[in-house]
């Protein structure tokens, strides 16, 4: 059976040379495996697409080798600012939050947008008022320090250097995301990330922003993005997909295909993205050398990164 089916990602780009280290590779494979176990697990007793995605994507936030919650990189005031989306291919609403401080799991955030606000996206300071409202904690900045990405922040700290996880040469993975369809035909996507180190001036990625980094309609497809995030704003991306299929008549195959090796790579843009349509046939494809991935059906399940 294809159908329920889960997709996960853990962001794109060129393999940091510890990835070469076969612990550290497994270290970064289990917590993939351990995403995709919590949201499939949720799949299989009847729950939906929407709370599968937020699931699998909360577990990687907990997780502090990837780029969202816990593992979030450092802006260039050495803080740390969180981009989250999340949408109901169903029903189309969505929920998003963006640069937002202190909460430990910005998908549910997001999530909770979606459910309890006639609103699709909260920003900044202002957001935290729902959050209390909703009865979130706040954590101190101690606990979304990891020195790895203090390192990766001193390393160009002070320049106008924004290290995206995306470019060449020294550079890692760590946005995270999911896709998921469940036993009725349902679609979710959702996506979560800290954006790009040194990022100023309130910075925001594709990741929350419904139609570029996320987008879902039981239509078409579910999409989840990672990238350099200004292509994927620029390029529509996810909502690209979707509109290639919905009103160009392609494949879902044929869409990715299209978006992420011809359109995205003539304008320069690095990244991948992950996707499912309603059949649970999944596709995740990528520009850069890797893509930290995985997927899991009744079939099928694997976790890759290059
Ligand atoms: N797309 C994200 C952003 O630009 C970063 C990433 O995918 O790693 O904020």
């Given at each position: 059976?294809?159908?329920?089916?889960?997709?996960?990602?853990?962001?794109?780009?060129?393999?940091?040379?510890?990835?070469?280290?076969?612990?550290?590779?497994?270290?970064?494979?289990?917590?993939?495996?351990?995403?995709?176990?919590?949201?499939?697990?949720?799949?299989?007793?009847?729950?939906?697409?929407?709370?599968?995605?937020?699931?699998?994507?909360?577990?990687?936030?907990?997780?502090?080798?990837?780029?969202?919650?816990?593992?979030?990189?450092?802006?260039?005031?050495?803080?740390?600012?969180?981009?989250?989306?999340?949408?109901?291919?169903?029903?189309?609403?969505?929920?998003?939050?963006?640069?937002?401080?202190g909460?430990?799991?910005?998908?549910?955030?997001?999530?909770?947008?979606?459910?309890?606000?006639?609103f699709?996206?909260?920003?900044?300071?202002?957001?935290?008022?729902?959050?209390?409202?909703?009865?979130?904690?706040?954590?101190?900045?101690?606990?979304?320090?990891?020195?790895?990405?203090?390192?990766?922040?001193?390393?160009?700290?002070?320049?106008?250097?924004?290290?995206?996880?995306?470019?060449?040469?020294?550079?890692?993975?760590?946005?995270?995301?999911?896709?998921?369809?469940?036993?009725?035909?349902?679609?979710?996507?959702?996506?979560?990330t800290?954006?790009?180190?040194?990022?100023?001036?309130?910075?925001?990625?594709?990741?929350?922003?419904?139609?570029a980094?996320?987008?879902?309609?039981?239509?078409?497809?579910?999409?989840?993005?990672?990238?350099?995030?200004?292509?994927?704003?620029?390029?529509?991306?996810?909502y690209?997909?979707?509109?290639?299929m919905?009103?160009?008549?392609?494949?879902?195959?044929?869409?990715?295909?299209?978006?992420?090796?011809k359109?995205?790579?003539?304008?320069?843009?690095?990244?991948?993205?992950?996707?499912?349509?309603?059949?649970?046939?999944?596709?995740?494809?990528?520009?850069?050398?890797?893509?930290?991935?995985?997927?899991?059906?009744?079939?099928?399940?694997?976790?890759?990164?290059?």
């Open positions: 059976m294809k159908i329920p089916a889960l997709a996960i990602h853990g962001g794109s780009g060129t393999a940091p040379n510890s990835i070469r280290d076969k612990r550290i590779t497994k270290i970064y494979l289990d917590a993939l495996q351990e995403a995709l176990e919590a949201g499939f697990y949720l799949l299989k007793h009847d729950h939906s697409a929407l709370e599968t995605v937020a699931k699998a994507v909360s577990v990687l936030e907990d997780c502090e080798l990837y780029n969202a919650g816990k593992g979030s990189v450092f802006t260039a005031n050495g803080e740390h600012e969180m981009d989250a989306a999340i949408m109901d291919g169903k029903t189309l609403e969505a929920g998003a939050i963006a640069g937002i401080q909460i430990k799991n910005p998908v549910l955030l997001a999530n909770d947008i979606l459910h309890h606000t006639s699709v996206m909260l920003s900044g300071s202002k957001a935290m008022d729902f959050a209390k409202e909703q009865g979130y904690e706040f954590y101190p900045p101690s606990y979304f320090f990891t020195q790895y990405r203090y390192d990766q922040w001193q390393a160009v700290k002070g320049s106008e250097k924004i290290k995206l996880d995306h470019s060449h040469g020294d550079s890692t993975f760590g946005t995270v995301g999911a896709v998921a369809v469940d036993s009725n035909g349902n679609l979710a996507a959702a996506t979560s800290g954006g790009v180190t040194n990022k100023k001036w309130g910075r925001v990625g594709d990741s929350p922003l419904i139609g980094g996320t987008y879902a309609n039981n239509k078409t497809c579910a999409v989840s993005c990672t990238g350099y995030g200004e292509y994927f704003i620029r390029g529509v991306v996810a690209d997909v979707s509109s290639r919905e009103y160009g008549g392609m494949s879902l195959e044929q869409a990715v295909q299209e978006v992420v090796h359109k995205l790579k003539e304008m320069g843009g690095e990244g991948g993205l992950i996707s499912i349509d309603s059949q649970g046939n999944i596709y995740m494809p990528f520009n850069t050398e890797g893509m930290y991935r995985g997927m899991m059906n009744d079939e099928d399940s694997f976790t890759q990164i290059l």
